[in-house]
Every structure is written in C-alpha cells, then in structure tokens.
C-alpha cells in the first residue's frame, strides 16, 4: 500500500554536513515545475536556515515503469548537481548557490535512498516579494531585481549554460546584510549545457510552455546553441521584465493581442507568414505594459522590450550589435540600461521627497 506521505516522518531528521530538517514547505497554488521534488526548510547548528530540495523517489515507485522511472530521475538529478557546481566555486554572484548535494541512504523512504539538494534561503519568488498594487514607490527594486536577473543569465551563458525556464518563480529574493533586496537566478534543472547533453536537449522545449518564445510555440524551432537557448533566455527576460512591470507575462499579453485564427494553438502554416502579425500584437502588447508605467521611462523600455521579445530569433536583441558590435545575444546593453533605470528611478523619489 502506497503511502499518502512516505516523507513526513523526514522532520527533524539529519541529513547532510550537519543540516537538521525542520519543516515542509507546501506548493504554492498555481505553480509549475516540481513535480518530482518535495521541499523543506533545514537548518544547521549554528542556526542557519536553508532551502532543502528532496528528490521523490516515491513517483517512481508508483509509476508504470519503476525501473525506467528511477533511471530518469536519477540522470535529471545528476545533471542538475552537475549544473550547480558550476555554480558552487563562487563566480557566479546572481545564480542561487546550493550549499550542499548528496544521495543517503535511508530505510524508510522509498527506494531506501534519499536524494537532496540544500541551497542558500531566499525570502520567496518575485510573485510572492512584489506589491500586487504598483504604486511607482517600489520602482527601483523592480529595475534592481530585473537587473540581477540578467546579470545571472549572463553568467550561465559565460559559461556556456543556457537556462531554458526563466519565469516569475525562478527569480528568488534574498535580503543582503544591509537590507536591499537582491535577486538570483533560480534551478538550473532543465538548464542546457553546451558541453554536456542532457534528454532535456531533444525536447521540443525543456522549460514551461507558458513561458516559452514565439518561435517555439509555432514549432518553427531554430538549431545551434545562441540561435535556439540563448534566444530562448532573452526572450523570457523580456516576458519577466513585461511580469515585473506590468503584472502579466509577454506570452499572455501577446496571445490576447492575437487574431485568434493566428494564435499558436490555432495557426498550422509557415511561421513566416504568420510573424509579421505576431510582431503587431508584441507592440500592441509592449505598449500595454508602457502604460503602467512613469512617462520618463517608457523611451527607455520601449526599445528593451522590443529587442528582448522579437519574434525573431535571428534579430533578438538586434541593438546590442548595432550599438557595440557585438553578438545579439550579449546581455551588456540591457544590464547597463536596467541599471540606469534603478538610479533614475531612485533619484525621482528622493528629489519628489
């Protein structure tokens, strides 16, 4: 008889260097992802808390094919921690950092294994830390928070790592000693690693659907790594600054704005018959988000957005080449951008004070 939950009695067990763990942490409702992972809060003698990500080897038991099931999740899990160490030596400052991974054995759990993940804590996702209300008060934290989420996508793509599932629940927030908010890059479990192919590579598309570029929803798939992981990351960067700024991601603005004979789930000719009206809805769509916010920002984020989320894939944040000469896909013009918006949106409130 399957157990209703064969990992409860975890609480208050050790596991790892020295970590105790010390309570469950519920999904929250609506979320995507994490379907083969139960999360807890653990903590180590010298009373530091953190996030504890354990493998659940019980959807493996239960399933069709135990064996093939097992094997799967223990591959993903391997290329996850694989992922992380890159991470572990330090350099990368906006990538959430594990503190620890190892695989136990445990009698009592199914499998007789326990598979964990502990990462640094974090106050909560982007959905959970932004006011609900936007009140331009909070303004700069929203430019710092997007500013840090594309300094962490640049530092995976240094190191040739392309993260394939940015979306609003993979910005963590964490509070630095002096009290700002700061924003990190969260689970590089689908990530793709050039160096290192994974199943994920022959997915049609690794991370949530919901989040995914134009491109792919219209199955007009592009080959090579810039072309097809990179473009993907900046395109969800623009879906999440549309999020940050205007409340809804730019897959949803962009499917309201849509005809709906030439949405995705309804179109089925050539992708380029069908971009030209895609690129009409994605204005339509930015300047829905413009609307929400300060005047004296809109001539700034008008052309990020519109780079960030072309529908092309080719001409994807086509500024950074004309501007610097340099690849499309080097995020240095729109860090410097997000930036700048944070101190210009800092200086107003103070001078508005």
Known sequence: MALADPYGHLIGKSIGAGWTIESRIPRAPGSTGGNF??????????????????????????????????????????????????VRDGSMRRVVLALEAATESESSVPMSLLSFIIFEPADGDIRVVLPATFTGLELPMRFALLHHAVLGIRELHQASIAHQDVKPSNLLVMTSDGGASEGKVADLGRASVLSRPSRFDAMRFPGDRSYAPPEILYDAIPTGFDLRRKGTDLYQLGSLTAFVLGGSSMQALVYDELDPSLR???????????????????????????????DWARPHLKPLLAGLCDPNPQTRNAMNARFLNVSNYELGRVITLLDRLRSMAILRLVTAA
């Open 37 to 86: 992972s139960i999360c807890f809060r653990v903590r180590n003698a010298a009373g530091e808390s953190a996030f504890c990500k354990v493998l659940d080897y019980h959807t493996a038991v239960t399933s069709p094919d135990p064996v093939a099931a097992l094997q799967q999740m223990t591959a993903d899990f391997q290329h996850e921690v694989a992922n992380l160490d890159v």
């Open 264 to 294: 995705w789930d309804a179109w089925s000719g050539p992708y380029s018959d069908v971009e030209p009206a895609l690129r009409d809805a994605t204005d339509r769509a930015i300047a829905r988000v413009l609307a929400v916010v300060p």
